[in-house]
């Protein structure tokens, strides 16, 4: 009788990324009800104001315009139109899976900003550049949406054709291109730099939980070593 061969070093591969994976939940996890509990329900303010004072020493009109042109790509005016692009795509090539999966992640992601808002009602920053805005400050909802739009781009880009260095390079750009997005919020005083900094966490443990779930559900079977994305 042929014994199955096991792969050994594939085994530990998975294991040590799922090891990995979980250890990056939970810290992600920590800080945000770290940053909850101290930032916004404590109103602490001194890693606010330090961070506030570090980008008002260097910033000028030009730095501003170009912080509002990244800010802008954190809006739902453009992620809205984004999303219906990339899903329509997915369902003119019959690959409803992926459409399924990535209105599913953008809709829960946005459902749960709103609802962490309404919880803990928290004031925007005075005197910000952007004005008009009515919304409640915690969390980052530009930071979430776009980290999240990121994610989904880089998990569509990994399950890709293309070279693996093409893939590192892209995958590099959107996670550098949503920090820069966050990081504009705070420019701009439409944000507290503790409200990107817990809403990158978020991003990251939704990221994780949501493909985690639709797997579970059955929502992404797909082969990636036989179907790739092209």
Known sequence: MVQPVTNKK?????????????????????????????????KEEVFDNKVFSFFSSFSSPGFINLMEIFTFFGSSTFLLSAYVVIIGFFFIRKQYRYGIDIAIIALSSTGLMYVLKQIFHRQRPDLPIIKGITSYSFPSGHTLSSFIFCSILVYIIYNSALQKWLKWLLSVF??????????????????????VA??????IIWVILAFWLLRKIGFSKYNTAKKKIS
């Open 198 to 203: 817990a809403s990158f966490c978020l991003g």
């Open 10 to 42: 594939g085994i530990l591969k998975i294991s040590l990324k799922l090891v990995l994976t979980g250890i990056l939940f939970l810290v992600c996890l920590f800080t945000f009800s770290l940053i909850a509990h101290e930032a916004v329900l404590e």
């Open 174 to 195: 959107l996670v550098l291109f949503a920090i820069t997005i966050g990081m504009s919020r705070i420019v701009l005083k439409a944000h507290f730099p503790t409200d």
